[in-house]
Each structure stands twice: as C-alpha cells, then as structure tokens.
C-alpha cells in the first residue's frame, strides 16, 4: 500500500492544514478571494449560521439545474454546482457520501438500551452529506486546472423535491444519468466518497460509456442494501429519521468521522452536514429510500473496467480498513493511496493531499474531447 503523504501537498495549503482545523492556512498558500456571500433564495435560512468561509463560499454558488427524470416523466430542479471552465480533462463529477456507518454500531452509546427502537436506523444514515462536503477540495481542483462539477444525489442535498419522484436506487441512478447527459456528455471521472462510491458502481455498471475513470474514498460498497430497516413500519422509519436531524446525534457522528476535532469546529461542520436535512421534503426522501432497499452493489465491483483510485484515510473508524484492500483487489483495475493520520472523510480533514491525488491520477491520459453546444457553462 502506498501513502499519500500530507509534504507532497505542503507546497499547496501548508503542511498541517487542516490538522488544527484553522482555516487561514488554505488562504495563505492561495490567492481564494474571500466575500460577503449572497445564498441562493432556496437554500434554508440557517446557512447564514455556517462560519466557515469556504462552505459560505461554495453554497453561494450552487445552482439548479432542470433534469428530466425518464422513469416519472417529469423535471427535477436539480442542485450542483457548475465548474468555472470547460477543460480538455476527463471531467470530475464530485458526489458525495451518506455512510451506512454500520461499524458506529461498536461505539453507539446506546447501543444496550433496547427499548430505543429505531436504534438501527441511525446507524444506518448518520451521515447523510450534500455537495458542500468538498468546500475545500473543489477550490484546489479549479485552480489545477480541472473541469469539476459537485452533484447533489437525487433525495439529499438541495435539489427542489416538492413533488417528490421515488428516491430508490433505479431513481438515483436515472437522475445521475440524464443530468450527464444533459450538461456533460462526454466520459467523466466519478468520485464517490462513502456511500457515494457505492452510487458510483452501481452507476458505471449501468452506464459504462458515460466514465472514463473512478476515484473512491474511505469507500462504503460491502453493505447489504439497507438491511432489515426496509422492513420497518413507516411510523417507526419516520421516527428514526426525525431523529436523524437532532444536533447532539449529529455532533456525535461528526467527532467519529474526524480526528482531533475542535469543539467549535466541531458544532460548525455539524451544522454544515445538517442543512440540507431542514428542507421539507429530507424525511420523505430518506424515508423512501431506506424502506426501498438502498445499495447492494457488492457483486458489481469486479464487473468495473475503468480505472479506478482508491483513497483510504488511515484512522478510519467509521469503515474498517481491510474494506479498502478488499476493493483495491477485487477492482480489475485499481490502485491503492492511503492518506495518514486522517479519519472517514478525507476530502474534508486532509484537503490538500487528496485534491493532489485526484488530480495527479485525471491527469494521466486523460484528455476527452469536448462537444459542441455545451453552452451552459458560462463563469460563475
């Protein structure tokens, strides 16, 4: 196994950053213009509460998108945020995660009390993300170089759900489909981090012609769908997820994802995590897809031709380690980068070495041709 070591992104944000969790060493390395932020009106009031300046940043940007939905015939305004520039690159289509977070099982304070009922649904979906988990990445992704668009799965993030389609697998993968096909068209890499990365292989197995290459990190891909919590009544399914939402919970799941988490920080990027969960349609999405079945994909990764990165934070303790070796040898064509003294979400913790990893790995062989009539993407 190789390790990605944090010198080789020193040069770009500082040996340390964001170890202490400070922000000013991402602005010292760079030229990232800071602003007073407009949101977009659709996103909840309680974004004017982030303090992080990079998360600001990135919400002020995203955007919705019309995207057809072939399997209910309708339109879906669909939440992303559009790359700066159109480059000669494979595209990066960033997702995100929603961990199973079976392993938290282990650690749940609760876990004795067996009256708590919906005790497994929290395992299951204590972190559900949105695109604004890589506010620290993307920037340094842009400023390589590479055309990168940030993709909210159909049922999380901020897309506008009033009418709200189904939110099961066959739907997520059919929004992803036709919002490439709409605005990109042309072979992309696809960086599925968590639970994303489960999205990720159910989607290139589907759409094969539509990647040119995957990159995975802390890779959640071995669970069995949603397991029994299918099976719950929809009364018992809604309480769980209602609970999903409340702050001490997700404070909880944010001090496991990350090592050495400042308090302050710590309430902040809960925060974060949790914004999208206050549009009104998050417990309707979330319900219907857990009860749907979720993502068994565990037989499709030797079917993946591409090449793919696997990126494995060393102190992992949402997903056991020996998954990621597991992936790397059961992909075809895979290679292996550990990113050390990092926790579940590198992206977030150890910025600077994973943007240098995914961008080293695009880099290589990986021009496309850009087609014509791609005029969406105007500088935002």
Not at 103 to 108: E, F, G, R
Not at 150 to 156: C, K, M, N, V
Not at 211 to 238: C, H, Q, R
Not at 333 to 357: F, M, T, W, Y
Request: aromatic share 12%; net charge neutral.
């Amino acid at each position: 196994m190789l390790v990605a070591s944090p010198s080789g992104a020193s040069a770009i944000m500082g040996k340390e950053f964001p170890s202490k969790f400070t922000h000013y060493g991402l602005r010292r390395k760079h030229n990232f213009r800071v602003w007073a932020c407009e949101f977009p009106a659709f996103l909840p009031k309680e974004v004017e509460n982030i303090k992080d300046q990079f998360a600001r940043n990135l919400a002020s940007r995203i955007d919705r998108l019309p995207v057809p939905l072939s399997l209910t015939k309708n339109h879906i305004m669909s939440s992303c945020v559009k790359p700066k520039t159109l480059s000669k690159t494979s595209p990066l289509v960033l997702l995100h995660g929603f961990d199973r977070s079976g392993s938290i099982s282990s650690v749940w304070p609760f876990q004795d009390i067996d009256d708590i009922f919906f005790v497994s649904t929290v395992y299951h979906f204590l972190l559900l993300s949105s695109l604004l988990e890589w506010r620290y990445v993307l920037p340094l992704l842009e400023e390589a170089g590479l055309e990168t668009w940030a993709f909210d799965i159909l049922g999380w993030g901020f897309s506008d759900l009033e009418n709200l389609p189904p939110c099961n697998v066959a739907s997520k993968r059919d929004h992803l489909y036709q919002f490439w096909n709409s605005y990109i068209r042309r072979p992309v890499t696809l960086v599925g981090p968590s639970l994303g990365a489960a999205v990720a292989i159910d989607f290139v197995v589907n759409y094969p012609q539509a990647v040119d290459k995957l990159i995975f990190i802390d890779a959640s891909v071995y669970a069995e769908g949603t397991g029994n919590l299918a099976k719950l009544p929809k009364l018992m399914a809604y309480a769980g997820v209602y609970l999903l939402k409340s702050i001490p919970l997700r404070l909880y799941a944010t001090s496991l994802a990350f090592n050495r988490l400042s308090w302050n920080t710590c309430v902040d990027w809960t925060n974060i995590g949790r914004l999208h969960c206050l549009l009104p349609w998050w417990e309707d999405a979330t319900v219907d897809f857990m009860i749907s079945g979720g993502y068994n994909v565990s037989s499709y990764v030797q079917h993946v031709k591409q090449k793919a990165l696997v990126i494995w934070g060393e102190n992992d303790q949402i997903i056991d380690s020996k998954l990621s070796v597991r992936l790397q040898c059961e992909l075809p064509n895979a290679i292996i980068r550990q990113v050390p003294d990092c926790g579940h979400i590198p992206h977030v913790e150890k910025p600077a070495a994973v943007s240098k990893l995914i961008t080293d790995f695009v880099q290589v062989d990986g021009q496309v041709d850009i087609p014509a009539g791609l005029t969406c993407l105007k500088k935002v």
